[in-house]
């Protein structure tokens, strides 16, 4: 088992820049494919954007394409979200994912794929 605690949510203009953080506890990180999703008020929550065990391979949402970018660092036990160019519309709670898969390449992108989920990040954009 994997526990998630996402950080980095904050208050924003528009046009600024945030980079959530997402530290894994637990079994062996590496193990795992990671993504993020959001979700905001009266709204489904839907996909950010996800990374493969390996770090190698990675996949966006189309609307946060250009925008954000997912990385992560084995060695911290951490992913990232890094946001530029916000925008009102990516106001949201965002939760990081976790999936335990012998995959070292593959990403996923439907809730369902995920096993593990953190407790969520606050991020506001004002215009």
């Known amino acids: 088992q994997v526990q998630l605690v996402e950080s980095g949510g904050e208050l924003v203009q528009a046009g600024g820049s945030l980079r959530l953080s997402c530290a894994a506890s637990g079994r062996t990180f590496s193990s795992y494919a990671m993504g993020w999703f959001r979700q905001a008020p009266g709204k489904e929550r839907e996909f950010v954007a996800a990374i493969s065990r390996s770090g190698d391979s990675t996949y966006y949402a189309d609307s946060m394409k250009g925008r954000f970018t997912i990385s992560s660092d084995n060695a911290k036990n951490t992913v990232y979200l890094q946001m530029n160019s916000l925008k009102p519309e990516d106001t949201a709670v965002y939760y990081c994912?976790?999936?335990?898969?012998?995959?070292?390449?593959?990403?996923?992108?439907?809730?369902?794929?995920?096993?593990?989920w953190g407790q969520g990040t606050q991020v506001t954009v004002s215009s």
């Open positions: 994912a976790a999936t335990n898969t012998r995959s070292y390449s593959s990403v996923w992108y439907r809730r369902g794929d995920y096993d593990y």
